[in-house]
């Protein structure tokens, strides 16, 4: 065999797939035992961890990543959140009930009481007629669901997107919005409260789903229809078209159904639109948006809504509010509404529409009839409008009030809302009050004393202390300067009185009988107008009817209301406690008595020592027994009072009392063309009309009636207030100084001048310049 090749071994194709495999599998072996080098070294020794079954925070992530959830796990977060919110809402909507309609949405009223327990008149929701929708012009239902809903007929009840609108106003801080479309409106109106809470908000979208989904949209715009408010005491859409329009909802037309429809966005502000211009403004710009809408969802042409632009705006009617309430009832009821929403926040122009309230007054029905009475009798005697233009536009405002607890016995407002005259001239501001508001600087002088001399301390004052009475002299303020008045010639402020009589330096009280100015302006300088305007308010006058610092000021350039000075004259009668006037005893709810009105009056306040009201009553019984007061002494019992009359006599008052009674009366003329205060001058075909006259004689006559069958009550002794000071200047003894002849003439004009006392802003008020009495 020695020819033949032996040839080499050759590994087989499987063998070197063999050995190929192996060598694979060491270096594999080796990798996954091998220590990896981007492991930290802390972890190459650990074990295996277990799977979570939530891998967070993330395994193998390192840094933010570590934190960051992936979107599996958002996904999953979302479906839990989704899933379990579904979950809570169908929970909540299937156990939802609809509730019973409210009471308050069925036919109600007011009722308002004489202090006596007996009815003195009925208001409120007694103003609704429900209608069915079919009475409800297409037309006029399209207005509304155009302005409000104009998806109406085809959401569920809810609009998702009015919800969004009210998470984000809530989310923003502000108050709980509310419902957006009609049904969740009807169901606010119909079967929850008006309250502005998430929990409420949140029922009332679960209610009007189930009210969409369970009455028909007919019925569901009926009852919105009926249920709104809008205005004028109007509730529902047939009292709002008789109340705006004096017509059946039947006769509505589009333009009128979209000033409806506008109202009831607005209905506190657009129920004036009849005579108030913003409100107008306003009311106009609404409705003509609606119109529009009314194109926009294809009710309306172009050109229809063009026709209604031509023939402009449907202005409302005149409102007549509280027709039915006569003469002095619609004063009484207005005031005792005041007084409660006043005092009770919930209570408001709204509520009080939709009823339920019943209202316990503090009016004497006898009185209020026997002050009608005297008005009407002095009026008949004394005013000859038929004859006498002048006459014609003569008001009369009074109250009267009981002095130990504040209760408003009677009022005379006016000729009354059947009259078309709806100010109550017992309760406005804006007519100054003159003279009687001397008795306030002489009671803060008593308290606080007067700087008579710059620089020195305040020296006390009395009755007895002499001042300056002379016409025209100069006016000094507390660090002895003289008090400029740039209309003067001289540019300082020379006082005057009704007449030049040269009274010398006379005694307060006598100055106070007579009516002489210029010891009250120096006095009340002396004083300063902060003391004397605290004293002003603790006596129950606002500070927002005090006029600002001027002489004038002191002789009564303020325009307190005659309730607000009748209540000033009792606290002096009960020797100074101070109660505030108020008209409501107790107010109840559907059957509930409200906290807000539990208590049986205000509680009086000590508003000045009974020795200084005691002082002051004794100088204002002189003015009734020899000043200008002298024709209260037909009264025939004990009692003070004081009278004013203001620059260009365009009011004058009397302000008189006993220790039963304390009334207010003021007289002046206002033409309705012309809201300003019109001169009395010719009146009662006098030439000048003071305080003393017919205000005097009125208030004479009610008291006389008034006070039949009651003991004539004397005032206790006035308490002695020590040594007083007299002005500087004031001779000792001083001369005498007789009165002024008044040839029968009952009152003096007292004068007021308004010079701004320096560094002040002048007065703003009606009786200025020289002459206010």
């Given at each position: 065999m020695?020819?033949?090749r032996?040839?080499?071994?050759?590994?087989?194709?499987g063998?070197?797939r063999?050995?190929?495999?192996?060598?694979?599998?060491h270096?594999?072996?080796?990798r996954?035992?091998?220590?990896r080098?981007?492991?930290?070294r802390r972890?190459?020794g650990?074990?295996?961890?277990k799977?979570?079954w939530?891998?967070?925070?993330?395994?193998?992530?390192?840094?933010?990543?570590?934190?960051?959830?992936?979107?599996?796990?958002?996904l999953?977060?979302?479906?839990?959140?989704?899933?379990g919110t579904?979950?809570?809402?169908?929970?909540a909507?299937?156990?939802v009930?609809i509730?019973d309609p409210?009471?308050?949405?069925?036919?109600?009223n007011?009722?308002?009481?004489w202090?006596?327990?007996?009815?003195l008149?009925?208001?409120?929701s007694?103003n609704?007629?429900?209608v069915?929708?079919?009475q409800?012009?297409?037309?006029?239902?399209?207005?509304?669901?155009?302005?409000?809903?104009?998806?109406?007929?085809?959401d569920?009840?809810?609009?998702p997107q009015?919800?969004l609108?009210?998470?984000?106003?809530?989310?923003?801080g502000?108050?709980?919005?509310?419902?957006?479309t009609?049904t969740?409106q009807f169901v606010?109106?119909?079967?929850?409260?008006?309250?502005?809470?998430?929990?409420r908000?949140?029922?009332?979208l679960l209610i009007?789903?189930k009210i969409?989904?369970g009455?028909t949209?007919?019925q569901?715009?009926?009852g919105?229809l009926?249920t709104?408010?809008?205005?004028?005491?109007?509730?529902?859409i047939?009292a709002?078209?008789?109340?705006y329009?004096?017509?059946?909802?039947?006769?509505?037309?589009v333009?009128?159904?979209?000033?409806?429809?506008?109202?009831?966005?607005?209905?506190s502000l657009?129920?004036?639109?009849?005579s108030?211009?913003?409100a107008?403004?306003?009311?106009?710009a609404?409705w003509?948006?609606?119109?529009?809408?009314?194109?926009?969802t294809?009710k309306?042409?172009p050109?229809?809504r063009a026709?209604?632009?031509?023939?402009?705006?449907p202005t409302?009617r005149?409102w007549?509010r509280g027709?039915?309430l006569?003469?002095?009832?619609?004063?009484?009821v207005?005031?005792?509404?005041?007084?409660?929403?006043?005092?009770?926040p919930?209570?408001?122009?709204?509520?009080l529409s939709?009823?339920?309230?019943q209202?316990?007054?503090t009016?004497d029905?006898?009185?209020?009839?026997?002050l009608t009475?005297?008005?009407?009798?002095?009026?008949?005697?004394?005013l000859?409008?038929?004859?006498?233009?002048?006459?014609?536009?003569?008001?009369?405002?009074a109250a009267?009030?009981?002095p130990?607890?504040?209760?408003?016995?009677?009022v005379?407002g006016g000729?009354?809302?059947?009259?078309?005259h709806?100010s109550?001239?017992?309760?406005?501001?804006g007519?100054?009050?003159?003279?009687?508001?001397k008795?306030?600087?002489l009671?803060?002088a008593?308290?606080?004393?007067?700087?008579?001399r710059?620089?020195?301390?305040?020296?006390?004052i009395?009755?007895a202390?002499?001042f300056n009475?002379?016409?025209?002299i100069?006016?000094?303020?507390?660090?002895?300067n003289?008090?400029?008045?740039?209309?003067d010639?001289?540019?300082?402020?020379?006082?005057?009185?009704?007449?030049?009589?040269?009274?010398?330096?006379?005694?307060?009280?006598k100055?106070?009988?007579?009516?002489?100015?210029?010891p009250?302006?120096q006095?009340?300088?002396?004083v300063?107008?902060?003391?004397?305007?605290?004293?002003?308010?603790?006596l129950?006058?606002?500070?927002?009817?005090?006029?600002a610092?001027s002489?004038?000021?002191y002789?009564?350039?303020?325009?307190?209301?005659?309730?607000?000075?009748?209540?000033?004259?009792?606290t002096?009668?009960a020797?100074?406690?101070?109660?505030?006037?108020?008209s409501?005893?107790?107010?109840?709810?559907n059957?509930?008595?409200?906290?807000?009105?539990?208590?049986p009056?205000p509680?009086p306040a000590?508003?000045?020592?009974a020795?200084?009201?005691?002082n002051?009553?004794d100088?204002?019984?002189?003015?009734?027994?020899?000043?200008?007061?002298?024709?209260?002494?037909a009264?025939?019992?004990?009692a003070?009072?004081?009278t004013?009359?203001?620059?260009?006599?365009r009011?004058a008052w009397?302000?008189g009392y006993t220790?039963?009674?304390?009334?207010?009366v003021?007289?002046?003329?206002?033409?309705?063309n012309?809201?300003?205060l019109?001169?009395?001058?010719g009146?009662g075909g006098?030439?000048?009309?003071f305080?003393?006259?017919?205000?005097?004689?009125?208030?004479t006559?009610y008291?006389?009636?008034?006070?039949?069958?009651l003991?004539?009550?004397?005032?206790?002794?006035p308490a002695?207030?020590?040594?007083?000071?007299?002005e500087?200047?004031a001779?000792?003894?001083s001369?005498s100084?007789?009165p002024?002849?008044?040839?029968?003439?009952?009152?003096?004009?007292t004068?007021?001048?308004a010079?701004?006392?320096?560094?002040a802003?002048a007065a703003?008020?009606?009786?200025h310049?020289h002459?206010?009495?």
């Amino acid at each position: 065999m020695s020819g033949h090749r032996r040839r080499p071994p050759q590994r087989s194709v499987g063998g070197a797939r063999a050995e190929g495999d192996r060598a694979t599998g060491h270096r594999a072996a080796y990798r996954d035992h091998a220590p990896r080098q981007d492991m930290p070294r802390r972890a190459r020794g650990r074990a295996p961890q277990k799977k979570r079954w939530i891998d967070y925070p993330r395994r193998g992530r390192t840094g933010p990543r570590r934190w960051l959830p992936s979107v599996r796990q958002l996904l999953a977060l979302f479906l839990l959140i989704f899933g379990g919110t579904a979950a809570a809402v169908g929970y909540a909507y299937a156990t939802v009930t609809i509730p019973d309609p409210n009471p308050t949405t069925l036919l109600q009223n007011n009722v308002y009481y004489w202090s006596d327990g007996t009815v003195l008149a009925t208001d409120g929701s007694v103003n609704r007629q429900n209608v069915s929708l079919s009475q409800v012009p297409a037309d006029v239902r399209w207005d509304f669901i155009a302005a409000e809903n104009a998806s109406f007929y085809t959401d569920p009840g809810i609009d998702p997107q009015g919800i969004l609108r009210a998470a984000v106003h809530m989310a923003a801080g502000g108050s709980v919005q509310s419902g957006s479309t009609i049904t969740q409106q009807f169901v606010k109106n119909t079967y929850l409260d008006q309250s502005q809470t998430v929990s409420r908000k949140f029922k009332e979208l679960l209610i009007s789903t189930k009210i969409g989904a369970g009455m028909t949209k007919e019925q569901i715009l009926q009852g919105y229809l009926n249920t709104c408010f809008f205005g004028r005491q109007a509730n529902g859409i047939q009292a709002a078209a008789r109340t705006y329009y004096g017509l059946p909802v039947e006769r509505l037309d589009v333009s009128q159904g979209a000033f409806l429809a506008a109202a009831v966005n607005e209905p506190s502000l657009f129920q004036y639109a009849d005579s108030d211009p913003a409100a107008r403004a306003k009311a106009e710009a609404r409705w003509s948006w609606v119109l529009d809408r009314m194109v926009k969802t294809g009710k309306l042409t172009p050109g229809q809504r063009a026709r209604y632009a031509a023939a402009g705006f449907p202005t409302p009617r005149k409102w007549t509010r509280g027709s039915g309430l006569t003469g002095q009832t619609g004063y009484l009821v207005q005031l005792a509404r005041s007084y409660a929403e006043t005092h009770d926040p919930a209570i408001t122009d709204s509520s009080l529409s939709r009823g339920g309230y019943q209202i316990h007054t503090t009016f004497d029905r006898k009185r209020t009839a026997e002050l009608t009475k005297a008005v009407a009798t002095v009026r008949g005697q004394r005013l000859d409008p038929a004859h006498r233009s002048v006459d014609r536009d003569v008001q009369v405002g009074a109250a009267s009030v009981e002095p130990t607890t504040g209760r408003i016995l009677a009022v005379y407002g006016g000729p009354g809302f059947d009259h078309a005259h709806y100010s109550d001239n017992a309760d406005t501001s804006g007519v100054p009050v003159g003279s009687t508001f001397k008795p306030i600087v002489l009671a803060a002088a008593l308290q606080h004393g007067a700087v008579l001399r710059p620089g020195r301390s305040p020296e006390p004052i009395t009755p007895a202390g002499k001042f300056n009475g002379n016409d025209g002299i100069k006016i000094k303020d507390q660090q002895g300067n003289y008090v400029a008045d740039p209309k003067d010639p001289t540019g300082l402020l020379h006082q005057h009185n009704d007449t030049p009589q040269r009274w010398g330096y006379i005694p307060l009280r006598k100055a106070m009988e007579q009516s002489v100015n210029t010891p009250y302006v120096q006095l009340g300088e002396d004083v300063g107008y902060g003391n004397v305007a605290r004293t002003a308010e603790s006596l129950g006058l606002r500070p927002g009817s005090l006029s600002a610092p001027s002489a004038g000021f002191y002789i009564g350039t303020s325009t307190p209301s005659a309730i607000r000075m009748a209540g000033v004259y009792a606290t002096f009668a009960a020797d100074g406690m101070q109660a505030t006037p108020y008209s409501v005893t107790k107010v109840t709810h559907n059957g509930s008595a409200l906290a807000g009105f539990s208590a049986p009056a205000p509680a009086p306040a000590r508003a000045l020592p009974a020795a200084v009201a005691g002082n002051v009553t004794d100088v204002l019984r002189g003015v009734i027994a020899r000043g200008t007061g002298t024709k209260a002494q037909a009264l025939g019992r004990t009692a003070a009072g004081k009278t004013g009359t203001t620059d260009d006599y365009r009011s004058a008052w009397f302000i008189g009392y006993t220790p039963q009674l304390a009334t207010s009366v003021v007289l002046f003329r206002e033409d309705s063309n012309h809201p300003q205060l019109q001169s009395l001058a010719g009146v009662g075909g006098l030439q000048k009309v003071f305080g003393g006259d017919i205000p005097t004689e009125i208030w004479t006559q009610y008291m006389r009636d008034a006070l039949a069958g009651l003991p004539d009550a004397p005032f206790p002794a006035p308490a002695p207030l020590g040594r007083g000071t007299d002005e500087p200047g004031a001779p000792t003894p001083s001369p005498s100084a007789a009165p002024a002849k008044r040839g029968g003439k009952t009152g003096k004009r007292t004068t007021t001048t308004a010079a701004p006392t320096p560094g002040a802003p002048a007065a703003g008020s009606k009786c200025h310049r020289h002459k206010c009495r």
